[in-house]
């Protein structure tokens, strides 16, 4: 692997976290979280393991870490699309397009870390609590995004913009599980965002 900064680049303490961030959201990705060491991570990045461990106490640290950066990242892109895009009609499908259905396998999905940090979950009371509070942000953005649709008369007022929200959720994991087991094609996801759309809004795509 290419690393992402040599071992003899000194790097300010903010630049030295993010840049490990980085480089664990790639190979967390590529591997899983039980499955990877911080040895490799450390390895990855260009640096020893001790350095990591001035950054970050553990792997569980590191590994929420990126789940927040994956989601901040995820975040920037919607408010970025929304901001550029005048149509409240097309603001739902910028979102499900970039998180529900299949795309480029490089790019980084939030709710793939989930699905890892969910099996962790079981046993470990500080993901368990990570994890609620995390995903209850995700749902709030997206509910407040589906008011807004609501308000300029693109999304049926009848439907519950808290209880959608949790819906969009479940896509996303659905949309991991889709993707890590070859369940579901992208003519399944064009389907799924159809309906979901008629739905939403009464109206046929």
Known sequence: MTAVASTSTRLPAAERRQALVDTALR????????GTTTAEIAQAAGVSEPILYRHFASKRELYLACIDEAWRRLRTLWEQAIASEPDPHNWIPIIAKSYVCLRDTNQIVVSDLWMQAVVEAGDDEEVRKF???HMREVHAYIADVMRKTQEAGVVNPNRNAEAEAWISLAGGLLGTIGRR???????DFAAIRDSRREWMTGTKP
């Open 27 to 34: 190979v967390f990705a590529e591997g899983s979280y039980r």
């Open 131 to 133: 994890l609620k509070r």
């Open 181 to 187: 087991v070859g369940l579901l094609k992208e003519s």
